[in-house]
């Protein structure tokens, strides 16, 4: 980051996501390699907010990691910090159910959180 100042950023998240990251269970959110996450950088804040709610969850960006693909990336992330309730084969699929072919092949962003105080 060349900035000293830190950012908010405001992402989605579904519902199941978002309890696991409220809950400080879930420390990796998995991204497709968007063009406006490319900069996203340690110290930063992220939002999440669940879909079409108020309900919001800030986290402290500690670590972004980029991968060519999301079998590299629960790879090397280990799945139970990705979600800790599902199996790596069930994450996969799921992961590949949010982002297709298309979206996976610009590349997957592991995001180290850590939850913040409301």
Known sequence: MTDATA???????YRQYFDL???GAKT???RVTYPHLADLAPGDTIRFRVKGTDETCDVKVLRVTGYADFEGLLDGEGPANVNPTATRDAQLANIRAIYPPGKEALGALAIEIELLAP
């Open 28 to 30: 990796i959110e998995v």
């Open 7 to 13: 950012r908010v950023r405001e992402l989605n998240l």
């Open 21 to 23: 990251v409220a809950a």
